[in-house]
């Protein structure tokens, strides 16, 4: 895909968020990787609804503003998860209300944030970190998520909001959307002693559909065990 279609598709996707209330003013940023290792990224201080394709940031391998307007200063959240995710090709960032009232509650663990509520929460999201609070644009979260090591598609920055890598941008951008649905669910069901996916139906998943997911921790439990990444489901 050239990249003038690349400017529009990100333009395209960024309003279906914004006009469905997934990251509103102008909050949340999304990028895309380009052949010669540079970025196409969405400008500072713009709403992901009012996107115009000719100002999107263009940035060089260095992370240096080649053309259009100034970009978002989550360029070190950016930078670090295309470091780390090796076949990422794009990231969404976003400042979905569910998902960032789930980095809130004091049971979240930081290695699995959800538990296995639903097939499609594995197939897209695979399974979720989450960080400490970092001030937006802090450089310091890029040493957070370099510390992850590659191994998580999906991000939580407590207090902020998902951050979620993908082969494409419409992987990415359905892997936000299944997060987001998935702590909806969890915030709706908590306190009521769910019923959640068992072992051997996420087993079955991971054989079915090639995901990557690390082996259980012995000091988990398994609600909380199956972190790690996985590869977008397809229906």
Known sequence: MDETRLREEICRFGRSLFERGLTPGSSGN???RLDD???????????????????????????RLLSGDPPTKEIPLHSALYETRGTARAIV????????ALTMLPEIDPRAALPPMTPYYLMRAG????????????P?????IRGLAGRYTSVLLANHGPVV?????EAAVFATEELEETAK??????G???????PAQVDDLVKTFGLTLPAPDAHHDHDHAHGGHAHPGED
């Open 37 to 63: 290792g540079g970025w196409l990224v969405t400008p500072t201080n713009a709403s992901l609804g009012f996107l115009d394709p000719a100002r999107i940031s263009r940035l060089d391998a260095a992370g």
């Open 192 to 198: 009521l002693n769910p019923r959640y996916l068992s």
């Open 185 to 190: 669910l969890y915030l709706l069901l908590r």
């Open 30 to 32: 999304i990028s895309l």
């Open 127 to 138: 399974q979720t970190a989450l960080l400490p609070y970092y001030r937006p644009g802090d």
């Open 93 to 100: 960032h976003l400042h979905s209300t569910h998902s960032v």
């Open 140 to 144: 310091a979260v890029a040493d957070a």
């Open 165 to 169: 890598a993908g082969d494409t941008l």
